[in-house]
C-alpha cells in the first residue's frame, strides 16, 4: 500500500512512517458487496486506503455507536445508505517488524562457558600477565615498556637486596615483589618481600 505524504504539514501520514498502528476498522461495502478491514496509523491514513471522509466527529460517532443518528443517514448520499456495517477500534501494535537479535561478542569457538574461559584464560600465559601488570598500574607504578618490565620480572631468580632465591609462596619473605618508588611511581629494583618491606 503506498500513502503518499506530499504536500502534508504536521506528523507523517500513513502507516509508513509511523511506529504504531493505533486504527483498526471493519466495513462492509454494499456497492461491492463485500468486508473490507485494515490497521491504520492515523484518521488520515484510513481515510484515503479504505476511500472514506471519516473525520474526529463521525469516527467517534461510530465508536460509541450512534450509527443510528439521523443526522448521518437521511440524506440519499450519506454516509450509511453505502455502508451496511462499519466498526472502528482503537488499538496499539508496533508497525514494524522485530529485529533479530545478533549476538553479542566473540563467536564461542571452545566449547566452553563463559566462566570455564575466564578461569583458563587467567590461568594462561597471556592471562598471569595482564593480570600482574593490572596490579602494578593499580598500585600507581608508571613505565614506558610494561612488556620490557614484565620479561624482567619474571626472568629474576634472585633478590636484588639479599641474593635470596625467589619461591612462589604468596606472601612469604621469599615472595618476588617489584619494588617502585611511591612518589614518583618508576621501578627500582625486584626484592623479595622482606627486603621490599624493609625498604618502604
Known amino acids: 500500500m503506498d500513502i503518499s505524504t506530499k504536500n502534508y504539514k504536521g506528523k507523517a501520514k500513513g502507516v509508513l512512517n ?13 456497492d461491492k458487496n463485500e468486508f473490507k478491514e485494515g490497521k491504520f496509523t492515523t484518521i488520515s491514513a484510513l481515510n484515503e486506503s479504505m476511500g472514506l471522509n471519516l473525520n474526529g466527529d463521525y469516527v467517534k460517532r461510530i465508536m460509541t455507536k450512534y450509527r443510528a443518528d439521523t443526522t448521518m443517514r437521511n440524506k440519499e448520499n450519506s454516509f450509511l445508505s453505502r455502508w451496511g456495517h462499519i466498526k472502528i477500534e482503537k488499538i496499539c501494535e508496533s508497525n514494524t517488524e522485530p529485529k533479530e537479535k545478533k549476538p553479542s561478542g566473540r563467536p564461542n569457538t571452545t566449547g566452553l562457558t563463559n566462566e570455564e574461559y575466564k578461569k583458563q584464560y587467567r590461568q594462561s600465559e597471556k592471562g598471569i600477565k595482564c593480570n600482574r601488570i593490572g596490579q602494578w598500574k593499580h598500585l600507581g607504578i608508571k613505565c614506558e615498556d610494561f612488556d620490557e618490565l614484565y620479561t624482567r620480572f619474571i626472568s629474576a631468580e634472585y633478590c636484588e637486596e639479599c641474593e635470596t632465591p625467589f619461591n612462589d609462596v604468596k606472601w612469604s619473605n621469599n615472595y618476588k615483589c617489584l619494588d617502585h618508588n611511591h612518589e614518583t611511581g618508576l621501578p627500582r629494583n625486584i626484592l623479595c618481600m622482606k627486603c621490599n618491606k624493609n625498604r618502604a
Request: charged share 40%; no cysteine.
Open 18 to 30: 509511523n511506529k504504531n498502528l493505533k486504527w483498526k476498522i471493519t466495513i462492509f461495502d454494499k
